[in-house]
Structures are given as structure tokens and as C-alpha cells.
């Protein structure tokens, strides 16, 4: 238990320095909002707020550096965009190039229904998102490029798995920073995802989070 104001030997109670903490303005206040949006309204994204949001996921920075950390900066992640409604932007399968800022179609139509289809419980309001958004991952890549490092053959794919984490939250925070909705499905059977014919996930890739992003419903729940 926290008292505060209170110090003793084994506690720092943190809670009285929260207002008066450096630094509580954009980042903090944006932590505190993230939330897991599960209603979605019907008002289309527009493609100016899918791209913030790929670029948030995957995009260039300084250099060839992207929004997330990389171990050996390999970036072994892609990110698919399955857009549904977004005004400006054809409904399709798209992927994104940080390289040249750009979505390449994959596939037109749209195919957000088969995408939320793959979940390993039915989340029916998935289909609801205006877009979906998929980090896949090259793990066989990472795996060989990082075989010399302890646990031998483990490590590559953790690595992996710990980068998607960190583009995870920048797709949530930036969610939260645009007033959309956004939430994580992990829960989904992969090899329907990888069997759906037009492909979702890039060839040679494992899929590995899946985002429905929107507007927020106003009767918004947990
Ligand atoms: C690895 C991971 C997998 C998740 N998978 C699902 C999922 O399959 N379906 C779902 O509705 N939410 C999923 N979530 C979202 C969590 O349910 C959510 O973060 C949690 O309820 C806490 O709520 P909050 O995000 O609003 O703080 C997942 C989150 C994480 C980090």
C-alpha cells in the first residue's frame, strides 16, 4: 500500500510527485488515454490518419531508421494495411514501404470480413473497423541472423516478437494521440490467416498482431 506523503525504508510512495513529475504533458497524458477500442463507429478513416498510423507502426525517422527499435536496426517487420473504409484510399490490401512512404496494393476489395474471420473467438465487431492493420514478421530471418546469440536458434524470433511489441504501442499511442479507436487482436489461428487466397501476410512472413483502427462508437466500452 502506498500512503501518501509517506517515505519509509522498504517504500517511495510515487503518487504525490504525479502533478509535479517533469515531463507529464504529451507523452504521459497519452499513456494514461490508451485504451483497447472494441466499438466502432461508422465515419470512415481518412487516408491522412492511415498514414499517421503507418507511420507510427512502421515509418522512416532519421535515415534508414524506423518509429521502433530493432535489434542490429534489421527491421524484419511489415506492416499490411486491410483498408475498409478510408476516404481516399480504394478498399484493398495494401502494404506499406517505410522506404518510400507508400502503400502498394496487394489486392483490391474489400476484405476485412475474411481478415476478422480468423480470430480464434468471434470478435464480430472487428469487422466494424474501418481498417485492419497487420504486423507480420520474417522470424526465419531473424533466427538465422542472430543464431551465434544464446538461446541458439531462440533468439532471432524474440527479437522479433519484442520489436512487433514495440510497434504495437506506437500504433495504440498514436491511436490515442488522433482521438481513434485502435485494439490489439493476437488472438487469431494462424494458419487461416496465412491460407487466405488473396494473401494477407507477406510471403515468408509470420503474422504476428492485428489492429482494427477507427473511429471510436460513441458508446465506447472496456
Ligand atoms: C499480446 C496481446 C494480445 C491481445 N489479444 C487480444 C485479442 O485477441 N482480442 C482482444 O479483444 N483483445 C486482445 N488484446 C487486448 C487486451 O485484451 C487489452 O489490452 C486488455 O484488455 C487491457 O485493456 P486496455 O488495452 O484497454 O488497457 C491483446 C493484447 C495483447 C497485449
Known amino acids: 500500500m502506498c500512503l501518501s506523503g509517506l517515505m519509509t525504508q522498504r517504500e517511495v510512495c510515487l503518487e504525490p510527485l ?30 491522412a490518419q492511415v498514414a499517421l498510423m503507418a507511420r507510427a507502426a512502421q515509418g522512416r525517422t532519421t535515415g534508414e531508421r524506423r518509429s521502433c527499435p ?3 536496426a534489421s527491421y524484419p517487420l511489415t506492416l499490411t494495411v486491410v483498408a475498409g473504409k ?95 479507436g485502435a485494439v490489439l487482436v493476437a488472438g487469431f489461428d494462424d494458419d487461416r490467416l496465412l491460407g487466405l487466397t488473396p494473401a494477407v501476410v507477406p510471403s515468408g512472413q509470420h503474422p504476428m498482431g492485428l489492429f482494427g483502427v477507427g473511429h471510436p462508437d460513441d458508446r465506447q466500452s472496456a
Open 70 to 72: 530493432s535489434a542490429h
Open 86 to 180: 478510408v476516404d481516399g484510399l480504394a478498399a484493398g490490401i495494401y502494404q506499406y514501404e517505410p522506404e518510400r512512404d507508400a502503400l502498394t496494393l496487394i489486392a483490391d476489395g474489400d476484405h476485412r470480413d475474411r481478415v476478422a474471420g480468423t480470430t480464434l473467438v468471434d470478435h464480430a465487431w472487428l469487422r466494424e473497423a474501418a481498417a485492419l492493420l497487420l504486423l507480420s514478421g520474417d522470424l526465419e530471418a531473424a533466427v538465422q541472423h542472430f543464431a551465434d546469440q544464446q538461446p541458439l536458434g531462440r533468439r532471432g524470433a524474440r527479437y522479433v516478437w519484442l520489436e512487433a511489441g514495440h510497434a504495437s504501442q506506437n500504433i495504440y499511442l498514436q491511436a490515442a494521440e488522433a482521438d481513434l
Open 18 to 47: 504525479r502533478s509535479t513529475s517533469p515531463g507529464t504533458g504529451g507523452l504521459a497524458s497519452l499513456l494514461m488515454r490508451r485504451r483497447s477500442t472494441r466499438r466502432f463507429g461508422t465515419q470512415p478513416l481518412s487516408i
